[in-house]
């Protein structure tokens, strides 16, 4: 068996970006990967603006001010925000408000809680300002011409606005990633269809293209298939068609009735199989070989579609999804940093045997701040994940004292 790192290793380095751009509005490129850099063709902000409400003023007009003597000077013009801004004249001051243009000349801004007004069109300042004072510079966020967000962002909300902001109303991206997904099982049911003694409800299929979509990928769900040799190379071919990747779950252990990894090499090639993880160690990774017409028959590297089988217990598919599915996909996308981020975090719990397979326990931070694990660690315990917050990355054959400090993944850094 692979150790975890080694076999995400070798998912990655196998995964190409998939070929195909596309422009698209902006406001509609959340969770998409940028295909090139987005340069800045403007300053941010594009002039000197006032941060506050208050008083553009000459600095050295009010040089030797206090509130024993008092400066007071005539306000010569009004700037809201998004209106012109004549030359400031030495002697006087200028109503701004926040965001509006700095008037030339002026070099400060006095805040209108320290000038007081008159009804005569003048304003007294007690207190010298110091020069650049409340006066956001002209490209004090963003310089013309920088890189604002190079190629291979997958884009945030932020990432929107940032963008948004040097005017950018499209963007270039790169194609979704065309995944084709079948669950293997005699037992399995739909939810809504009558449950036969000996048959479960699918589970696996709600949560795996769940976490498809939240990708961002084009998903096909061909559906269950039989627990049969001719019938999972049949959805092999037909899977293989037009798509980047062929996501699995079952029948990729060693059983009699596990026919995903023979069929897979059969149609392809195997180039992986079984991780020191637990749960989870029945992963198989390999491709499938394209054939049959289709438009997008030749699209792939090599006229194949990469394989990826998952384990069929719901917590083992569930883990290795997100540690081994969901970086190979992400760097498919163009995604250049696919790792999540891991956090140092006390055990506050005891686990006087470790495992001889890398462990990922189910934990949750309570409210000390330290991390309590699910009572039942077993796959196919699904409410393990519900009641959890993340994983702890447990090295095998270790085990865990209350006190320790332990790798912590949490889930909102394994699904975003």
Same mark, same amino acid.
């Given at each position: 068996?692979?150790?975890?790192?080694?076999?995400?290793?070798?998912?990655?380095?196998?995964?190409?970006?998939?070929?195909?751009?596309?422009?698209?509005? !902006? %406001?509609?490129?959340?969770? /998409? @990967?940028? =295909?090139?850099? $987005?340069?800045? &063709? #403007?300053?941010?902000?594009?002039?000197?603006?006032?941060?506050?409400?208050?008083?553009?003023?000459?600095?050295?007009?009010?040089?030797?001010?206090?509130?024993?003597?008092?400066? !007071? %000077?005539?306000?010569?013009? /009004? @700037?809201? =925000?998004?209106? $012109?801004?004549? &030359? #400031?004249?030495?002697?006087?001051?200028?109503?701004?408000?926040?965001?509006?243009?700095?008037?030339?000349?002026?070099?400060?801004?006095?805040?209108?809680?320290?000038?007081?007004? !008159?009804?005569?069109?003048?304003?007294?300042?007690? =207190?010298?300002?110091?020069?650049?004072?409340?006066?956001?510079?002209?490209?004090?966020?963003?310089?013309?011409?920088?890189?604002?967000?190079?190629?291979?962002?997958?884009?945030?909300?932020?990432?929107?606005?940032?963008?948004?902001?040097?005017?950018?109303?499209?963007?270039?991206?790169?194609?979704?990633?065309?995944?084709?997904?079948?669950?293997?099982?005699?037992?399995?049911?739909?939810?809504?269809?009558?449950?036969?003694?000996?048959?479960?409800?699918?589970?696996?299929?709600?949560?795996?293209?769940?976490?498809?979509?939240?990708?961002?990928?084009?998903?096909?769900?061909?559906?269950?298939?039989?627990?049969?040799?001719?019938?999972?190379?049949?959805?092999?071919?037909?899977?293989?068609?037009?798509?980047?990747?062929?996501?699995?779950?079952?029948?990729?252990?060693?059983?009699?009735?596990?026919?995903?990894?023979?069929?897979?090499?059969?149609?392809?090639?195997?180039?992986?199989?079984?991780?020191?993880?637990?749960?989870?160690?029945?992963?198989?990774?390999?491709?499938?070989?394209?054939?049959?017409?289709?438009?997008?028959?030749?699209?792939?590297?090599?006229?194949?579609?990469?394989?990826?089988?998952?384990?069929?217990?719901?917590?083992?598919?569930?883990?290795?999804?997100?540690?081994?599915?969901?970086?190979?996909?992400?760097?498919?996308?163009?995604?250049?940093?696919?790792?999540?981020?891991?956090?140092?975090?006390?055990?506050?719990?005891?686990?006087?045997?470790?495992?001889?397979?890398?462990?990922?326990?189910?934990?949750?931070?309570?409210?000390?701040?330290?991390?309590?694990?699910?009572?039942?660690?077993?796959?196919?315990?699904?409410?393990?994940?519900?009641?959890?917050?993340?994983?702890?990355?447990?090295?095998?054959?270790?085990?865990?004292?209350?006190?320790?400090?332990?790798?912590?993944?949490?889930?909102?850094?394994?699904?975003?």
């Amino acid at each position: 068996m692979l150790a975890t790192a080694e076999a995400l290793g070798i998912l990655l380095a196998a995964a190409r970006r998939v070929e195909g751009v596309e422009s698209i509005d !902006t %406001l509609d490129a959340l969770g /998409r @990967v940028l =295909a090139a850099d $987005v340069v800045s &063709p #403007l300053d941010v902000p594009p002039m000197h603006i006032s941060s506050m409400d208050g008083y553009g003023v000459r600095a050295a007009d009010l040089a030797g001010a206090s509130a024993q003597q008092p400066v !007071t %000077l005539t306000v010569s013009q /009004r @700037v809201p =925000a998004g209106h $012109v801004a004549g &030359p #400031l004249a030495a002697g006087t001051a200028a109503r701004v408000f926040t965001g509006a243009t700095v008037p030339p000349g002026a070099d400060a801004i006095v805040m209108q809680e320290m000038a007081s007004a !008159t009804d005569d069109g003048r304003v007294a300042f007690e =207190a010298a300002p110091a020069a650049g004072e409340w006066i956001t510079r002209q490209g004090a966020d963003i310089r013309k011409g920088s890189v604002i967000l190079p190629a291979d962002t997958r884009l945030t909300p932020q990432a929107l606005g940032l963008a948004a902001s040097v005017g950018c109303a499209a963007l270039d991206v790169v194609r979704k990633t065309r995944v084709a997904v079948f669950f293997t099982g005699d037992e399995l049911t739909m939810p809504g269809e009558p449950l036969k003694e000996g048959a479960i409800y699918n589970s696996n299929r709600f949560t795996l293209c769940a976490l498809l979509a939240k990708l961002g990928c084009e998903v096909t769900d061909l559906g269950i298939v039989p627990d049969r040799l001719d019938a999972t190379r049949e959805t092999l071919r037909e899977a293989a068609r037009g798509h980047d990747l062929i996501l699995t779950c079952g029948g990729v252990s060693v059983g009699e009735e596990d026919h995903v990894k023979p069929a897979v090499e059969a149609e392809g090639r195997i180039a992986m199989w079984q991780i020191a993880m637990k749960p989870g160690k029945p992963l198989a990774f390999g491709a499938v070989r394209r054939g049959g017409g289709g438009e997008r028959e030749s699209e792939g590297e090599g006229g194949e579609a990469f394989f990826i089988g998952l384990p069929g217990n719901p917590v083992s598919s569930f883990c290795t999804f997100l540690l081994f599915v969901r970086p190979f996909i992400l760097r498919l996308a163009g995604v250049g940093n696919v790792a999540p981020r891991v956090y140092s975090m006390r055990a506050d719990f005891t686990q006087k045997k470790g495992d001889r397979r890398n462990e990922f326990l189910r934990a949750r931070v309570n409210d000390a701040g330290g991390l309590d694990v699910f009572d039942n660690q077993s796959s196919a315990v699904l409410t393990s994940t519900v009641w959890g917050d993340g994983l702890i990355d447990n090295p095998p054959n270790h085990a865990i004292s209350a006190g320790e400090i332990v790798r912590f993944i949490p889930f909102s850094e394994l699904m975003r």
